[in-house]
C-alpha cells in the first residue's frame, strides 16, 4: 500500500481532459513539493511536473499540475494516444526520511 | 547526451548479493544527488535510496535498511548499490536517477537510466 493515493485508472477520448489526483498527508505533500512522473511502456520515467506545477523544458502546457493542502492533482488537456501510460505522484515525507511515490495511475486512450 | 545506463543485474538466489551501477555521461555528476527507484513486476515505482554529491548523507527505504548501500565514486562518475541479503520481493528493475538538489527542497528526478533487471529466484 503507497503512502500516496492515486486511482489505479482514468481514461478519456483524444481531445478530452483527464485529472489524477493524488492525496497524502502532513509530513509529504502537506509539507513538502509534489512531483509528477510519466512512465510510458519501455521507456525510461520521465519528469512531467516538479514543485507541483512547474513544466520541464519540452513539457507540453496540456499538461498541469496543482497542490491543495495534503492533496494534489494532475490534469492532461487534449488527451492523445501518446499520452497513453501510468503516471506517478511522488513527494518526499518527513516522517519518513525518503521519497514516496503513489500507485500509479494507468490512463487509457479510448 | 545526458545518459545515465545502469549495469550488474542478474538472477540471483534468495540470500544472495548483487551490485548495481549506474554510469553517467554528459553532465557534472558531482553535482547531483542520485537515486535509485525500483519497480517490481505488475507494480508501481518505488524509491529505494539516494545519496547527496559527496556521499556524506544517505537515505534508503524502510524496507532494504541494513541490507542495501548507496555509494558513488565522483572520479568515475558512478553511482553504486550493494544489495546483500536478497529476497523474492527485491525483484524488480532498478533505476538510478540524478536531482540536483537536496530532497527537502528538490528540483525533481529529471534524468533516469532504462533500468537493469534483478531477479532473485532459487
Known amino acids: 500500500q503507497s503512502v500516496l493515493t492515486q486511482p489505479p485508472s482514468a481514461s478519456g477520448t483524444p481531445g478530452q481532459r483527464v485529472t489524477i489526483s493524488c492525496s497524502g498527508g502532513?509530513?509529504?505533500?502537506?509539507?513538502?513539493?509534489v512531483f509528477w512522473y510519466q512512465h510510458l511502456p519501455g521507456t525510461a520515467p520521465k519528469l512531467l511536473i516538479y514543485?507541483?506545477?512547474q513544466r520541464p523544458s519540452g513539457v507540453p502546457d496540456r499538461f498541469s499540475g496543482s497542490k491543495s493542502g495534503t492533496s494534489a492533482s494532475l490534469a492532461i488537456s487534449g488527451l492523445r494516444s501518446e499520452d497513453e501510460g501510468d503516471y506517478y505522484c511522488?513527494?518526499?515525507?518527513?516522517?519518513?526520511?525518503?521519497?514516496?511515490f503513489g500507485g500509479g495511475t494507468k490512463v487509457t486512450v479510448l | 547526451e545526458m545518459q545515465l545506463v545502469e549495469s550488474g543485474g542478474g538472477l540471483v538466489q534468495p540470500g544472495g548479493s548483487l551490485r548495481l551501477s549506474c554510469a553517467a555521461s554528459?553532465?557534472?555528476?558531482?553535482?547531483?544527488?542520485m537515486n535509485w527507484v525500483r519497480q517490481a513486476p505488475g507494480k508501481g515505482l518505488e524509491w529505494v535510496a539516494n545519496?547527496?554529491?559527496?556521499?556524506?548523507?544517505?537515505y534508503y527505504v524502510d524496507s532494504v535498511k541494513g541490507r542495501f548501500t548507496i555509494s558513488r565514486d565522483n572520479t568515475k562518475n558512478s553511482l553504486y548499490l550493494q544489495m546483500n541479503s536478497l529476497g523474492a520481493e527485491d525483484t524488480a528493475v532498478y533505476y538510478c536517477?540524478?536531482?540536483?538538489?537536496?530532497?527537502?527542497?528538490?528540483?525533481?528526478?529529471?534524468?533516469w537510466g532504462q533500468g537493469t533487471l534483478v531477479t532473485v529466484s532459487s
Open positions: 514543485r507541483n506545477n
Open positions: 554528459g553532465f557534472s555528476f558531482s553535482s547531483y544527488w
Open positions: 536517477a540524478r536531482d540536483p538538489l537536496a530532497p527537502k527542497v528538490a528540483a525533481g528526478m529529471d534524468l
Open positions: 545519496i547527496n554529491q559527496d556521499g556524506t548523507e544517505k
Open positions: 511522488a513527494a518526499w515525507d518527513d516522517s519518513l526520511s525518503g521519497w514516496v
Open positions: 502532513s509530513s509529504s505533500i502537506g509539507s513538502k513539493f
